[in-house]
């Protein structure tokens, strides 16, 4: 069976029947966000249904659209939290990939702009690190693109798409070594992006290159496939621990390609976590890592592969 | 910008220069800054880096006077204030309140002020209450910091005579070199005035 990431998007009124034909369907809804009247289901749905959900929605006022993104958790990382850079560019781009249906964390850097100055902290690197993979939103000049990559690269693990004022030739030309994915012609702007030539269409451009370096790391990942999927888990913590009913974040479970963060604090629930039965006789921890995250006090599962544990859920 | 008479970015990056140029309208339009600046060149070398903006305001429109907002009748004793525009209000009533005091200024309706002091009409109306040219110099100054990429704390910054610049850089900036880039580029910000 294979999942297909869709947005539903409907009246609240009666939602939980496209919620419970998600999860008869064997699919996973992966947020749920409710605004006003209006719920927004992002989910995972098995190919072959998707024409059912839509039928089945139509009188609720539903609309499904493809996104490509859910159950993905993306790093916008701006070289600093300031005017230069808020709210235009970073928060359009940010908001463009949420619309694709990805999770995404802005991360503004301490010393990330200037030229000779810029610079990457520890915490900011496994910050990034925790994700699936990190868009830079980088400057108009390629002599200083070229000059700071280097620093604001170190120790990065994750697959880095990177974004700025030259177009993509130029931006492929001056990163040594490469980098997993390029989108140019979008640096830093003084006003909201609204016109479709030149500036929308970029973000769409971005939009599928971020689909297209996902893609390969999900290739790579099926390769070796995980002892259990990160929506699948998530279900199943969420039924056994109550995380999104107890909680006030907007994704209280964050789904990752290979894991999930879990928001609530690690000394407290650790243990707990660890001992979670996941299917008869095996353990969560059998299947996953419980790390510490460093974004405050959360927790990180990293699913382990099927040639590690020998499992597979 | 076509408010502005002369307005041109210098680059050796074509495509930074464009974008910078785009920024810069963006930023002085946002802050009402485009009819107050008359012209203006800007300068970025991203290879020392360095960014660097000169220009001349345009003449600013004159001081507001009590009598271009308000009438002014005087009785014996008390004299009482027209208002026609609201815009001035809360500075005319700060100086009215410090020159006079709290006890002898009263305000019976929004469009109303009555002193209740012997003083001459034509002093009131020839009262001084906004300066336009105050604050023009923070706004400006701010202006260019929000233009100029960020990180560039190493800076100097002039306004004389209505010709201001600003250079900002992340090195040292040598003092022959800044003033000798200054007038180069005044010269072209003067060249078609």
């Known amino acids: 069976m294979t999942l297909v990431p869709i947005t539903y998007k409907g009246g609240i009124y009666r939602h939980d029947i496209i919620i419970d034909l998600i999860d008869d369907l064997g699919g996973y809804v992966v947020q749920k966000h409710v605004l006003a009247q209006e ?135 001056i990163t040594d070594p490469p980098v997993e994915g390029y989108v140019g012609s979008i640096g830093r702007i003084g006003h909201r992006m609204k016109k479709q030539e030149g500036e929308i269409d970029h973000l769409d451009t971005l939009v599928e ?105 | 910008m076509r408010a502005l008479e002369y307005f041109e970015v210098e680059c050796p990056e074509e495509a930074g220069a464009k974008a910078y140029k785009e ?3 963006d930023i002085l339009l946002d802050l009402n800054l485009v009819r107050t600046i008359g012209r203006l060149h800007i300068y970025i070398d991203p290879e020392f880096p360095f960014f660097l903006a000169v220009g001349r305001l345009r003449s600013l429109p004159g001081l507001v006077r009590v009598r271009d907002f308000a009438n002014v009748l005087g009785e014996k004793g008390k004299i009482t204030l027209d208002i026609s525009t609201e815009t001035y209000l809360a500075q005319l009533l700060s100086i009215l309140w410090d020159s006079f005091g709290r006890d002898r200024v009263e305000q019976p309706d929004r469009f109303t002020i009555e002193i209740r002091e012997d003083v001459d009409t034509k002093e009131i109306e020839d009262l001084v209450v906004y300066d336009p040219s105050e604050g023009i110099h923070k706004d400006l100054i701010y202006a260019l910091q929000w233009i100029a990429p960020e990180g560039f704390k190493v800076r100097r910054q002039s306004m004389k005579d209505g010709h201001f610049y600003y250079v900002a850089s992340e090195n040292t900036l040598p003092e022959d070199v800044i003033s000798d880039l200054v007038d180069s580029r005044m010269r072209l910000v003067e060249a078609e005035a």
């Open chain 1, 39 to 173: 719920v927004v289901l992002q989910s995972l749905v098995p190919q072959e249904d998707v024409e059912l959900i839509r039928r089945i929605g139509k009188p609720l006022g539903g609309e499904v659209t493809e996104a490509p993104l859910v159950g993905t958790e993306i790093a916008v990382v701006s070289p600093s939290l300031e005017i230069h850079h808020l709210p235009h560019t970073s928060c359009d781009m940010a908001e463009y990939l949420r619309q694709a249906g990805a999770k995404t964390n802005m991360i503004g850097l301490s010393r990330g702009f200037g030229k000779r100055i810029a610079n990457l902290n520890i915490e900011e690197r496994d910050v990034i690190n925790e994700h699936d993979c990190a868009v830079y939103l980088l400057g108009n000049f390629e002599t200083c693109i070229e000059y700071k990559m280097d620093a604001l690269r170190r120790g990065i693990t994750v697959p880095i798409i990177l974004t700025g004022g030259p177009d993509t030739e130029r931006l492929k030309a």
């Open chain 1, 209 to 313: 290159e971020v689909s297209a370096v996902l893609n390969r790391r999900r290739e790579e990942i099926a390769r070796d496939p995980l002892s259990v999927s990160p929506p699948h888990l998530r279900t199943v913590l969420d039924e056994k621990m109550h995380i999104s009913a107890d909680s006030t974040h907007p994704t209280p479970i964050t789904v990752q390609i290979a894991g999930l963060r879990v928001k609530v604090p690690y000394e407290t629930y650790a243990s707990e976590i660890r001992a979670l039965e996941v299917d008869e006789g095996v353990k969560l921890s059998d299947v996953a890592e419980v790390l510490p995250s460093r974004m405050r006090n959360y927790i990180c599962l990293k699913i382990r592969p099927f040639s590690e544990t020998n499992i597979i859920v």
């Open chain 2, 23 to 25: 920024i810069a309208s």
